[in-house]
């Protein structure tokens, strides 16, 4: 089997690339004759999509494999390049800064190459936005405001966690929170008025390890999509960390807050531009159609040694 590394040579502060190649040269001295290896470093913003469409162009008929090796980033890159490929495994080495999908697989080894390569894949469920792809979360409103502004701010404070507590207590004492639309699911209205944020989840975790989604079941051909109403700051501050927890959904102080639901195809409409947040990449829109698509993705899981 051919199996292809899309590395992002910034994740893990450099670390990425040198932690791949070590393994793969181990494997190719190991493992039998069948097994193909290939790597790739990726230069700029979007070439991780454009390799895995070329590899998927190129393979159309036998089984490869395909490994994000980075952050969601590079998770989100090569998500849109197989759209869905049925004879292409992806797999994620979390070598990069955050990998929140993989937080709903405890205690799995998804760092060791040779369990990845021994593996099974399972067919798991994504979600298309518009004409894109995520395979975790997309969330709309305060959260992702906070995530387009950190990544703003990094040239001026120089850390991560300063740009993003700047941009924090920027938003969240902002007179302009909330933000005023629609939610439809499955062709029903599920909220209208002004919203905090929105989330639409195939997955438990987002955001660095926020539970948002307790109930949601990547296989189950469902997104789980949560409104959280507009409320004060101080309520806000009061209230996150039981939402960090994931404990909000049966939460009594969080009833009259929240409108929750499962459903297979989401409408989020506002006549203002709501900033969107697809596994962490930034989209700004007045509207956002969202849809499961059902065990569309098979997903390596390691061996669980």
Known sequence: ????FIINPVAGHGKGVEIIKEQVAHLEQTLQQEHEFHYYITKK???ATELVEQICQT???ERIRIFACGGDGTCFEVVNGLKGKSNVEMGIIP???CNDFLKSFPDIPFLDLAAQIQGQAIPVDFIRVNDEFALNVANFGFDAKVN????CYRHRFKTVKRAYNYALMKNIF???LGDTLTVTVDHQLLFQGKALLITVANAMYYGGGYKCAPLSDYQDGLLDVMVVKKISPFTFIRLVK???KGEHLNHPRFAKFIAYQKGKHIEIDSKSDVVGCLDGETRIGKHFELEVVAKGLNFILPQNK
């Open 45 to 47: 913003q979007h070439e």
């Open 95 to 97: 070598v990069g800064s």
């Open 242 to 244: 039981y939402y960090k």
């Open 59 to 61: 393979y159309t008929k």
């Open 148 to 151: 387009h502004d950190q990544i």
């Open 1 to 4: 089997m051919k199996h292809f």
């Open 174 to 176: 902002s007179p302009q």
